[in-house]
């Protein structure tokens, strides 16, 4: 029996006010697939994963993991079904050290002390460069470093899911391709990742599929080959001609 996707939506819609910021929007995320979204600035991409994280209401449709309908499920039990939010502008905490910002991530799980270490292990055998700042404040790092940061610690949740908002946002090109390169070792790891991305060039390449996102609608689907060579696509996002 062939299984359905792990993460579903259909018909969704998020309003703020009078403003429409998703409309009736349907994707498909297959597990193992690392899927984008690109859109331009304001096209609704955050409300996207917000909603999916259980942060922002939905005004109608249905979000589903593994077929189940997670609608009425507060964002707290959301990160307990496996569906975990890195949201855009990292969300650590920058008074706390990098080791608590790590073990804050996993408040949620019902984790002996033996699990926990071995998941801040595993966080920082994928960025070493975070080993070697365990006890340094998070506020002090770089901003790639607080990106590795913020993607560790999401990783502490134990996640299925893990929905990433802009995380080359502000970074060099050398530590976007860091964080792209790691981002790509977790989904050869068997994680299932939901990519939001500006760079939509880089988000493509990387990607198995992507929808664009425009002004709340999907307007356009495929294989990130496929639309990589798409020239609407060629030359709206990626600025070629
Ligand atoms: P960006 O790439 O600039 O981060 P985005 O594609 O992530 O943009 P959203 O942040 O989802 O877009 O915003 C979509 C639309 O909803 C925008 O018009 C935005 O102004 C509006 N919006 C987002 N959050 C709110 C809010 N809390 N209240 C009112 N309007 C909002």
Not at 21 to 24: F, G, S
Not at 69 to 73: C, L, N, P, S
């Given at each position: 029996m062939k299984s359905g996707p792990l993460l579903q939506l259909e018909r969704v819609s998020v309003r703020y006010g009078a403003i429409e910021?998703?409309?009736?929007v349907s994707i498909e995320v297959g597990a193992g697939e690392i899927v984008t979204i690109i859109g331009a600035n304001g096209a609704g991409k955050s409300s996207l994963l917000k909603s999916i994280a259980g942060l922002e209401p939905i005004a109608s449709g249905r979000i589903l993991i593994d077929g189940r309908?997670?609608?009425?499920?507060p964002a707290h039990k959301r990160l307990q079904c496996g569906v975990t939010l890195a949201p855009e502008g990292r969300g650590i905490f920058p008074d706390q050290s990098v080791l608590d910002n790590l073990l804050l991530g996993a408040y949620s799980l019902q984790a002996t002390a033996a699990e926990i270490n071995a998941l801040v292990g595993h966080g920082f055998e994928l960025f070493p460069r975070l080993a070697q700042r365990q006890a340094q404040w998070a506020g002090t790092l770089s901003g790639g470093e607080q990106q590795m940061l913020a993607l560790a610690r999401a990783l502490m949740s134990k996640p299925r899911l893990l929905l990433l908002d802009e995380p080359s946002l502000g970074l060099a090109p050398l530590v976007i391709r860091d964080i792209l390169r790691s981002i790509r070792v977790l989904r050869d790891a068997g994680l299932t990742i939901l990519l939001v991305e500006q760079m939509a060039h880089q988000a493509l390449a990387l990607a198995d599929r992507g929808y664009v996102l425009e002004t709340g609608r999907i307007t356009l689907e495929g294989s990130g080959s496929a639309l990589l060579a798409n020239p609407g696509i060629r030359a709206f996002y990626l600025g070629a001609h």
């Open positions: 910021a998703l409309r009736e309908d997670i609608g009425a499920i």
